[in-house]
């Protein structure tokens, strides 16, 4: 049977894809610590894309503010596993003597929840608004919650201005503690390995929740609004609750994301959360394909990836070529991106990898043939 | 059907699927519908023609919740409706279609026919993550529903191509295919002949004659005279926003104030 060759051959390539995945930071290892802390973070940006393509790609709200939900996620854990409340309030540090320390199972819930709420919260308003007038209330969105995180230190410290929160605990998961290195199976694992392998897992689990969605009722739901709103409301689709259910569920996983990069970095401020990280993580699902899975997986890597490999490589070319170092590798990233946009833009307006055309659709494995209807059913 | 003979009907009124009676809308100097009003017994194919501009499509999208009217009373099947939103409007048991057509571009043929279903399944996001049994046996009944309605339509083999790559004639019978899969009490359809040559339109006419058969029944707006002559069982003819006749095809078409609507204004600036 075709069928099961083909389904034979996806498994196979699954198999070679999650070996890569595990193999890699053990490779990237040999590299230097920096290269594994970059895949560390590839797998944080996926997390982010899907998320956003969740708005974006599926239901078509192109939203501009995204990097506020990573921006919760990171300050719900930043304060719940952090010594600044209970430095700041008294109450507090009475309620809990021996500090705040929310373990990240609470936390990743709890990251992902408020998260969603604030979800809510900016798609409640922005019902109505389509394109371009969308895209500059979610931009406004994103700059309140970071001019928010910027300014809350007075009356209340609570987000302690734009000095950031420091000394976040790192992931503890039964008695490891992410933040050294452990070994296990003869293998030496660093810290940022260790975080590498969480972030992977969680960005898989990402792409489950993200493909099942797509495949599903809801799925088709956001789709049909993206296509076409009015029909969708005439085909019976409450489109106020399709539409909250994608800012919300999107949000989600930003808190996550959100709520890891507070563990990981053990420090976060305001700065890490400018309108540019919206747009990077928009990049990564435009680039990619929008509304294609493996796209945008494909396009946040890309994006995560590159500035590293630039960072390493534009210095020590130009050395050798002219003897001295002309452009910065910082300059020329944003030049690229440019260039790479417009032509992208130009040439592949759907996407470096984007959903396959007619004709191929996919079928869902497992779904009964259909049987030809002689004379058809009466509806 | 069960439900004909419900209480708190008016006599007379048992076999009415659709009530709407004075129906009036304004949309800034133009009176578009003033006291509109049109009964639709169950199992009919009913027509409404007119000139152009004389209300039909706002008619058609006030009762289907598009548009909301100034004034107007609503019931179908026995039971008021309120047209305040579209999605309760399918709900209730109204679907159409459109006169420029509205299918889901990028989606498959199949996928626009499963997302008619949306309205009468219920899965939500946590089931859909989870695969839970119940949400996978709903999802192949969606699947199975939606190719049913497809063969049904004579599409059956264009499942898999994207809505948009259909032919005009195609994209018509998907559109029907889509609003039957919400299960629909009456089918409304705003110039569904729009564009089909006379091959296309004998299909089609063929095909509601057939969804009639099957129990739906039908509202139309059409241009085309022949068509609905041919095929409705009663007519309304709106011009200016007022109903000028109500009857059947035959006794309408010998109307002077009918053939006063049409030949009077045929070469007036629409």
């Given at each position: 049977?075709?069928?099961?060759?083909?389904?034979?051959?996806?498994?196979?390539t699954?198999?070679?894809?999650?070996?890569?995945?595990?193999?890699?930071?053990?490779?990237?290892?040999?590299?230097?610590?920096?290269?594994?802390?970059?895949?560390?973070f590839?797998?944080?940006?996926?997390?982010?894309?899907?998320?956003l393509?969740?708005?974006?790609?599926?239901?078509?709200?192109?939203?501009?503010?995204?990097?506020?939900?990573?921006?919760?996620?990171?300050?719900?854990f930043?304060?719940?596993?952090?010594?600044?409340?209970?430095?700041?309030?008294?109450?507090i540090?009475?309620?809990?003597?021996?500090?705040?320390?929310?373990?990240?199972?609470?936390?990743?819930p709890?990251?992902?929840?408020?998260?969603?709420?604030?979800?809510?919260?900016?798609?409640?308003?922005?019902?109505?608004?389509?394109?371009?007038?969308?895209?500059?209330?979610?931009?406004?969105f994103?700059?309140?919650?970071?001019?928010?995180?910027?300014?809350?230190?007075?009356?209340?410290?609570?987000?302690?201005?734009?000095?950031?929160?420091?000394?976040?605990?790192?992931v503890?998961?039964?008695?490891?503690?992410f933040?050294?290195?452990?070994?296990?199976?003869?293998?030496?694992?660093?810290s940022?390995?260790l975080?590498?392998?969480?972030?992977?897992?969680?960005?898989?689990?990402?792409?489950?929740?993200?493909?099942?969605?797509?495949?599903?009722?809801?799925?088709?739901a956001?789709?049909?609004?993206r296509e076409?709103?009015?029909?969708?409301?005439a085909?019976?689709?409450?489109?106020?609750?399709?539409?909250?259910?994608?800012?919300?569920?999107?949000?989600?996983?930003?808190?996550?994301?959100?709520?890891?990069?507070?563990?990981f970095?053990?420090?976060v401020?305001?700065?890490?959360?400018?309108?540019?990280?919206?747009?990077?993580?928009?990049s990564?699902?435009?680039?990619?394909?929008?509304?294609?899975?493996?796209?945008?997986?494909?396009?946040?890597?890309?994006?995560?990836?590159?500035?590293e490999?630039?960072?390493?490589?534009?210095?020590?070319?130009?050395?050798?070529?002219?003897?001295?170092?002309?452009?910065?590798?910082?300059?020329?990233?944003?030049?690229?991106?440019?260039?790479?946009?417009?032509?992208?833009?130009?040439?592949?307006?759907?996407?470096?990898?984007?959903?396959?055309?007619?004709?191929?659709?996919?079928?869902?494995?497992?779904a009964p043939?259909?049987?030809?209807?002689?004379?058809?059913?009466?509806? | 059907?069960?439900?004909?003979?419900?209480?708190?009907l008016?006599?007379?009124?048992a076999?009415?699927?659709?009530?709407?009676?004075?129906?009036?809308?304004?949309?800034g100097g133009?009176?578009?519908?003033?006291?509109?009003?049109?009964?639709?017994?169950?199992?009919?194919?009913?027509?409404?023609?007119g000139?152009?501009?004389?209300?039909?499509?706002?008619?058609?999208?006030?009762?289907?919740?598009?548009v909301?009217?100034?004034?107007?009373?609503?019931?179908?099947d026995?039971?008021?409706?309120?047209?305040?939103?579209v999605?309760?409007?399918?709900?209730?048991?109204?679907?159409r279609?459109?006169?420029?057509?509205?299918?889901?571009?990028?989606?498959?043929?199949l996928?626009?026919?499963?997302?008619g279903r949306?309205?009468?399944?219920?899965s939500?996001?946590?089931?859909?993550?989870?695969?839970t049994?119940a949400?996978?046996?709903e999802?192949?009944?969606?699947?199975?529903?939606?190719?049913e309605?497809?063969?049904?339509?004579?599409?059956?083999?264009?499942?898999?191509?994207?809505?948009?790559?259909?032919?005009?004639?195609?994209?018509?019978?998907?559109?029907?295919?889509?609003?039957?899969?919400?299960?629909?009490?009456?089918?409304?359809l705003?110039?569904?002949?729009?564009?089909?040559?006379?091959t296309?339109?004998?299909?089609?006419?063929?095909?509601?004659?057939?969804?009639?058969?099957?129990?739906?029944?039908?509202?139309?707006?059409?241009?085309?005279?022949k068509?609905?002559?041919?095929?409705?069982?009663?007519?309304?003819?709106?011009?200016?926003?007022?109903?000028?006749?109500?009857?059947?095809?035959?006794?309408?078409?010998?109307?002077?104030?009918?053939i006063?609507?049409?030949?009077?204004?045929?070469?007036?600036?629409a």
């Amino acid at each position: 049977m075709a069928g099961k060759a083909a389904q034979r051959q996806r498994r196979i390539t699954q198999l070679a894809v999650a070996l890569v995945i595990l193999a890699l930071p053990l490779a990237a290892g040999a590299l230097g610590a920096a290269w594994v802390r970059t895949l560390a973070f590839a797998a944080l940006y996926v997390m982010l894309a899907l998320g956003l393509n969740i708005v974006v790609g599926f239901a078509g709200l192109l939203d501009l503010g995204y990097i506020a939900f990573y921006a919760v996620g990171a300050y719900t854990f930043a304060l719940l596993a952090s010594p600044h409340l209970t430095d700041n309030f008294p109450a507090i540090a009475a309620a809990f003597p021996g500090g705040l320390h929310v373990p990240i199972w609470y936390a990743i819930p709890l990251g992902a929840g408020i998260a969603a709420g604030f979800g809510v919260l900016l798609g409640a308003p922005v019902l109505k608004l389509r394109g371009d007038y969308l895209a500059i209330v979610t931009l406004g969105f994103g700059e309140i919650i970071r001019i928010f995180l910027n300014n809350l230190n007075r009356p209340l410290n609570l987000t302690n201005g734009p000095q950031g929160i420091n000394l976040i605990d790192p992931v503890r998961i039964g008695g490891i503690s992410f933040d050294r290195p452990l070994d296990v199976l003869g293998l030496h694992l660093t810290s940022p390995q260790l975080y590498y392998y969480l972030f992977a897992a969680l960005a898989a689990l990402s792409v489950l929740v993200c493909s099942r969605l797509q495949d599903s009722r809801l799925g088709r739901a956001w789709m049909a609004i993206r296509e076409d709103e009015i029909a969708a409301k005439a085909m019976g689709i409450n489109v106020r609750n399709v539409k909250l259910l994608a800012f919300a569920l999107g949000a989600t996983f930003g808190g996550v994301a959100g709520t890891m990069f507070g563990a990981f970095q053990g420090f976060v401020s305001p700065e890490s959360f400018s309108l540019m990280e919206s747009v990077i993580v928009l990049s990564m699902v435009v680039l990619g394909g929008l509304g294609h899975i493996p796209g945008v997986i494909f396009g946040a890597v890309l994006l995560a990836v590159f500035p590293e490999v630039l960072r390493h490589t534009v210095a020590p070319v130009q050395e050798m070529l002219f003897g001295r170092t002309l452009i910065d590798a910082e300059v020329l990233r944003m030049l690229l991106y440019g260039i790479a946009l417009v032509v992208i833009m130009l040439y592949r307006p759907r996407g470096l990898w984007p959903a396959p055309l007619h004709g191929t659709a996919r079928v869902a494995p497992g779904a009964p043939a259909v049987p030809p209807v002689p004379g058809g059913a009466a509806p | 059907m069960s439900t004909a003979g419900e209480p708190g009907l008016r006599p007379g009124a048992a076999d009415a699927l659709l009530q709407v009676a004075g129906i009036s809308r304004r949309f800034g100097g133009l009176q578009a519908l003033s006291d509109v009003g049109v009964t639709i017994a169950r199992g009919q194919i009913y027509g409404l023609i007119g000139p152009n501009g004389a209300g039909k499509t706002t008619f058609f999208n006030v009762i289907t919740g598009l548009v909301r009217p100034d004034a107007g009373s609503f019931v179908l099947d026995g039971k008021p409706y309120e047209p305040t939103a579209v999605h309760r409007v399918a709900a209730a048991g109204i679907a159409r279609t459109f006169q420029n057509i509205r299918l889901f571009s990028e989606m498959t043929a199949l996928e626009n026919v499963m997302v008619g279903r949306h309205v009468r399944t219920r899965s939500g996001a946590l089931a859909a993550v989870l695969r839970t049994r119940a949400a996978r046996a709903e999802e192949a009944a969606i699947r199975v529903r939606a190719q049913e309605l497809l063969d049904y339509v004579g599409i059956g083999s264009l499942g898999h191509l994207r809505a948009r790559t259909l032919s005009y004639g195609d994209q018509r019978r998907l559109e029907i295919a889509r609003a039957l899969a919400t299960e629909p009490k009456l089918l409304a359809l705003d110039e569904p002949a729009a564009g089909m040559n006379g091959t296309e339109k004998l299909e089609l006419r063929r095909l509601l004659e057939r969804v009639r058969t099957d129990g739906v029944t039908i509202l139309l707006i059409e241009h085309d005279v022949k068509l609905v002559m041919g095929l409705c069982d009663r007519v309304t003819v709106l011009d200016e926003g007022r109903v000028i006749k109500e009857g059947e095809p035959a006794q309408v078409q010998r109307d002077p104030a009918v053939i006063e609507a049409y030949l009077g204004r045929a070469h007036a600036p629409a």
